[in-house]
């Protein structure tokens, strides 16, 4: 199983950015897996931006009402829109997809918010 992240980018503050994570070799399994995207700031260790169980989905309270999670099962991928961005939003962004003892990492794509 692979996970291919991309969307990453700079972006002003303020403004928006779509991430998508792209499982591979997963099959149709992926509906059952938790997603979760993950990020991990300058100096700071990784923090949990939100997760999907099924379509029942947590956010960090630092990015709620500004970040959406979402998953196309057909397309094994899972996104993550990001809108009214902040400096304090920069960081590595990694995809994660969990069921049991099975947990699968992307390699994270970089985001970074200019003031």
């Known amino acids: 199983v692979q996970l291919q992240a991309s969307g990453g980018g700079l972006v002003q503050a303020g403004g928006s950015l779509r991430l998508s994570c792209v499982a591979s070799?997963?099959?149709?399994?992926?509906?059952?897996?938790?997603l979760g995207w993950y990020r991990q700031a300058p100096g700071k260790g990784r923090e949990l931006v939100a997760d999907?169980?099924?379509?029942?989905?947590n956010y960090a309270d630092s990015v709620r009402g500004r970040f959406t999670v979402s998953r196309d099962d057909t397309r094994t991928t899972m996104y993550l829109q990001m809108n009214s961005l902040k400096p304090d939003d920069t960081g590595v962004y990694h995809c994660?997809?969990?069921?049991?003892?099975?947990?699968?990492w992307g390699q994270g794509t970089l985001v970074t918010v200019s003031s």
């Open positions: 994660n997809a969990q069921l049991g003892s099975r947990s699968y």
């Open positions: 070799g997963i099959g149709s399994v992926f509906s059952i897996y938790r």
């Open positions: 999907l169980r099924s379509f029942d989905a």
